[in-house]
Each structure stands twice: as structure tokens, then as C-alpha cells.
């Protein structure tokens, strides 16, 4: 699509979106609507062959969610958007849509837990195979690629250890074969990372979490170009049906205009308590993509505007004391999920990460000692003290 505006901050609240042709509301309107009526039955027909334009049926389409749609790809510098009904539904609409009987993935080492359920499924249904890559050099990569590869897919910060992996070597390595590149930029938002500029084909969103960023959604995005999203709506989202609800939609609309805003104040709190939690006596590990001594900074000094607002660390000690930890917090909450207004803390190898066989659990490097924190938009100093005592109780 084209972009009316050029500046971010300026596209989260603006794009499209035209009050004049909605009576001059300021905000979008909520179509909170199943069905359209048709002025005659030939009037009907010619929107079912696709003569006219218009709408007909809210899986098929509904205004609200059309402006949402416009604005994540404007945000995204991709073509097309698409919402679903959750992240998941728009990773299996995308991945359903690419593949067929027997072809093959190459995966990222680190996966949402339920993308690789979905993986695992697809594989012992329909002989959909994958293998895992580093995705560290080009050379591994191209050695995983077979001729049935029918994608990549990436998770860049990979959740939960926060490794980096280089979009741009990807989508070059993918351009040698012909294959589309598909990130899930959950993590990231488009405010600090854009794949498509980066090359890659296909981007995937949570929108529950950052995109959202007030805890009271559960949906999905999914940007590229137009003439692939065109077929995952005309297949897998209408014959399969994981759509959002116009509310939803209006819900991401209004959270989306403090995108920009909310994200800087979880990445200057998050590098607050980065600080203090790497010289604690009682963590082992701080993973955050914004550490300028991990070997992967140089990738986020490249591909991300700042460090997000997720930080993984290891305690010294047990599963057991892992989650006396957990217990011993005051306000922060205990809660999968990321990107809200809270604080959110988790223990990836019990909760998120329980769906993967302990052996690949391992080689994602998801101990019984990992801990998940999802740095919220409350004082740094609050966030801390609270983690601190925690941490002091072990
Ligand atoms: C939460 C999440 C998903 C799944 O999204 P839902 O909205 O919960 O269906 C996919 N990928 C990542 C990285 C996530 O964090």
C-alpha cells in the first residue's frame, strides 16, 4: 500500500484512517456488525462474483478491522495487512497457506511453544517436516535448505533467551532459493524492528501483546504482499475462519496510538533493571538484546531501534527456587504473555515452554533456573525493589 505519512509516530494514529468518509468521527467507528444488507438481490450477486465492491459478511471483511488492517501494514512497510482472532490463528492461516503435503520448513532453534505444537502437528498429519538452524551463519542455513523447503521461519528476539538472528542474512540466504522468509515480530513491534525493509517476506504479530499493550486482547496480524495475504484471505482465513472481532480490532486501533510512547518507556525500564539484575549475587545470566557485551549486539545495533522489553534471567539455584521467587513477589505479576501496562513474570520451563519435550527444552537453553520477565510501564525503581526482595528471599 502506499504510506501517507512518512514519520511513525505520525502513521500509528493517522493511517488509514479518513474521518470524512465516517461522518467526521474522530475515532474509527466500531462496526459491530455480522452481516451487510444488499440494496438488491443483483446488487448481491455482484459482490459475490467480485464486481462490485462492498462489503458482505464480516469474515470477509468488516471496516473496522480494514483500518487496522491498513495501519499495521503502513507501520510495517509491507504491502497488505490481515487481523486474526489470535497470533495464533494468523501463524497457522500463514504457514497452512505456504505449504502443502510433504514440503519442509527451516525453523529458527527457539519457537512460541504452540508454533512449534503447530509444527509437530503438521508434520504427523500431513507430513510437513522441519529442522531447526542457528541461523548463525549462511553456511549452515543454505546447508538445511532442500528442494521441498517452502519457507523460513524466524523469531528474532527468540523467546525466551533473547538470541538475535541477522533478518538480512536470512532473506539474502532465502533469495539464493527462491523461498519467503517469515519472521514473527512479536517481540519487537514495528516500532523497533521492520523485517520487510530487512527483505523478509511475510511478518507475523501476537498483537495480544505490545501491539495491544493494554492486556484486554487476544489477536493477530500479519503483514506482506498483496498478492500472497489476497490468497491467505481468500483460503485459510475464509475457509478456516480465525478471525478478529470488530471490537478487537477497534481495541488494537486505540492501543496502537501509544505504540511509540509505551515501547521507549519499557525499553529505558527494562535497561534500568537489565543493570541491576546483572550484578545481583543471586542471578547466574541476564539475557537482554541490549547488552553491548553479548556476542549478538552488533545484530541489534543493525536490525533493532533499542533492546525491547523483555528480559530472561537464571537464578542460581532450583526449579524450586525459581519459583519461591515467584512467590515472593508483592505487586508484580505472575502471568505469561508480555507487552502490558504490568509487569509480567513467568517461568518459561513450567509454563510457556512446558509444551516442548524436555531434549529440545535443552537445546533452546530453557532451564528449571529460567525466569521471563516482561518489563512493565510502572517506576523502574518499583519494578526493581520488588524483584530485589524477591530475589533477597532465595
Ligand atoms: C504470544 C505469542 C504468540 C501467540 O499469540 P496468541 O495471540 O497468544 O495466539 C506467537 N508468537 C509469539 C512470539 C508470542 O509471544
Same mark, same amino acid.
Given at each position: 500500500m502506499s504510506k501517507k505519512y512518512s514519520k511513525f509516530e505520525t502513521s500509528v494514529i493517522h +493511517?488509514?484512517? #479518513?474521518?470524512k468518509d465516517m461522518l467526521g468521527s474522530l475515532t474509527t467507528p466500531l462496526f459491530q456488525t455480522s452481516t451487510y444488507t444488499f440494496d438488491t438481490a443483483e446488487q448481491g450477486e455482484r459482490r459475490f462474483a467480485g464486481d462490485e465492491d462492498g462489503y458482505i459478511y464480516s469474515r470477509l471483511g468488516n471496516p473496522t478491522v480494514k483500518v487496522l488492517e491498513e495501519r499495521i501494514a503502513a507501520l510495517e512497510n509491507g504491502e497488505r495487512g490481515l487481523a486474526f482472532g489470535s497470533g495464533m490463528a494468523a501463524v497457522s492461516a500463514v504457514l497452512v497457506a505456504l505449504t502443502k503435503a510433504n514440503d519442509h520448513i527451516v525453523c529458527s532453534s527457539g519457537l512460541y511453544g504452540c508454533t512449534f505444537g503447530l509444527l509437530t502437528m503438521m508434520q504427523e498429519k500431513y507430513q510437513v517436516t522441519h529442522d531447526f538452524s542457528q541461523m548463525e551463519t549462511s553456511e549452515e542455513l543454505r546447508s538445511l535448505i &532442500?528442494? +521441498? @523447503?517452502a519457507c523460513i521461519y524466524v523469531e528474532t528476539?527468540? #523467546?525466551? @533467551?533473547?538470541k538475535l538472528i541477522d533478518l538480512e542474512m536470512v532473506s539474502q540466504v532465502a533469495k539464493e532459493f527462491d523461498i519467503p522468509v517469515v519472521v514473527d515480530n512479536t517481540f519487537s513491534s514495528p516500532y523497533l524492528q521492520r523485517p520487510i525493509e530487512l527483505g523478509c517476506d511475510v511478518v507475523i504479530h501476537s498483537a495480544t501483546k505490545y501491539i495491544g499493550g493494554h492486556g484486554d486482547v487476544v489477536a493477530g496480524l500479519v503483514v506482506g504482499k498483496k498478492e500472497f495475504l489476497d490468497s491467505v484471505q481468500m483460503t485459510t482465513q475464509k475457509d478456516i475462519g480465525g478471525i478478529i472481532s470488530p471490537f478487537d480490532a477497534w481495541l488494537l486501533l486505540r492501543g496502537l496510538k501509544t505504540l511509540p510512547i509505551r515501547l521507549d518507556r519499557h525499553c529505558d525500564n527494562a535497561e534500568k533493571v537489565f543493570e541491576k539484575l546483572r550484578v545481583h549475587? &543471586?542471578?547466574a545470566n541476564v539475557y537482554y538484546p541490549n547488552d553491548t557485551s553479548h556476542p549478538d549486539y552488533p545484530i541489534r545495533e543493525k536490525q533493532m531501534k533499542r533492546g525491547g522489553g523483555v528480559i530472561s534471567f537464571e537464578i542460581k539455584g532450583t526449579k524450586q527456587d525459581a519459583q519461591k521467587m515467584l512467590n515472593a513477589l508483592s505487586f508484580l505479576k505472575i502471568a505469561v504473555s508480555l507487552g502490558d501496562a504490568e509487569t509480567l513474570i513467568e517461568h518459561p520451563a513450567t509454563m510457556t515452554h512446558a509444551v516442548i519435550p524436555e531434549e529440545f527444552r535443552r537445546d533452546m537453553r530453557i532451564t528449571d533456573q529460567l525466569i521471563r520477565l516482561s518489563v512493565g510501564l510502572e517506576a523502574w525503581e518499583d519494578i526493581w525493589h520488588d524483584l530485589e526482595q524477591a530475589l533477597d528471599s532465595i
Amino acid at each position: 500500500m502506499s504510506k501517507k505519512y512518512s514519520k511513525f509516530e505520525t502513521s500509528v494514529i493517522h +493511517e488509514g484512517y #479518513n474521518a470524512k468518509d465516517m461522518l467526521g468521527s474522530l475515532t474509527t467507528p466500531l462496526f459491530q456488525t455480522s452481516t451487510y444488507t444488499f440494496d438488491t438481490a443483483e446488487q448481491g450477486e455482484r459482490r459475490f462474483a467480485g464486481d462490485e465492491d462492498g462489503y458482505i459478511y464480516s469474515r470477509l471483511g468488516n471496516p473496522t478491522v480494514k483500518v487496522l488492517e491498513e495501519r499495521i501494514a503502513a507501520l510495517e512497510n509491507g504491502e497488505r495487512g490481515l487481523a486474526f482472532g489470535s497470533g495464533m490463528a494468523a501463524v497457522s492461516a500463514v504457514l497452512v497457506a505456504l505449504t502443502k503435503a510433504n514440503d519442509h520448513i527451516v525453523c529458527s532453534s527457539g519457537l512460541y511453544g504452540c508454533t512449534f505444537g503447530l509444527l509437530t502437528m503438521m508434520q504427523e498429519k500431513y507430513q510437513v517436516t522441519h529442522d531447526f538452524s542457528q541461523m548463525e551463519t549462511s553456511e549452515e542455513l543454505r546447508s538445511l535448505i &532442500k528442494p +521441498e @523447503t517452502a519457507c523460513i521461519y524466524v523469531e528474532t528476539p527468540i #523467546n525466551p @533467551t533473547m538470541k538475535l538472528i541477522d533478518l538480512e542474512m536470512v532473506s539474502q540466504v532465502a533469495k539464493e532459493f527462491d523461498i519467503p522468509v517469515v519472521v514473527d515480530n512479536t517481540f519487537s513491534s514495528p516500532y523497533l524492528q521492520r523485517p520487510i525493509e530487512l527483505g523478509c517476506d511475510v511478518v507475523i504479530h501476537s498483537a495480544t501483546k505490545y501491539i495491544g499493550g493494554h492486556g484486554d486482547v487476544v489477536a493477530g496480524l500479519v503483514v506482506g504482499k498483496k498478492e500472497f495475504l489476497d490468497s491467505v484471505q481468500m483460503t485459510t482465513q475464509k475457509d478456516i475462519g480465525g478471525i478478529i472481532s470488530p471490537f478487537d480490532a477497534w481495541l488494537l486501533l486505540r492501543g496502537l496510538k501509544t505504540l511509540p510512547i509505551r515501547l521507549d518507556r519499557h525499553c529505558d525500564n527494562a535497561e534500568k533493571v537489565f543493570e541491576k539484575l546483572r550484578v545481583h549475587p &543471586k542471578v547466574a545470566n541476564v539475557y537482554y538484546p541490549n547488552d553491548t557485551s553479548h556476542p549478538d549486539y552488533p545484530i541489534r545495533e543493525k536490525q533493532m531501534k533499542r533492546g525491547g522489553g523483555v528480559i530472561s534471567f537464571e537464578i542460581k539455584g532450583t526449579k524450586q527456587d525459581a519459583q519461591k521467587m515467584l512467590n515472593a513477589l508483592s505487586f508484580l505479576k505472575i502471568a505469561v504473555s508480555l507487552g502490558d501496562a504490568e509487569t509480567l513474570i513467568e517461568h518459561p520451563a513450567t509454563m510457556t515452554h512446558a509444551v516442548i519435550p524436555e531434549e529440545f527444552r535443552r537445546d533452546m537453553r530453557i532451564t528449571d533456573q529460567l525466569i521471563r520477565l516482561s518489563v512493565g510501564l510502572e517506576a523502574w525503581e518499583d519494578i526493581w525493589h520488588d524483584l530485589e526482595q524477591a530475589l533477597d528471599s532465595i
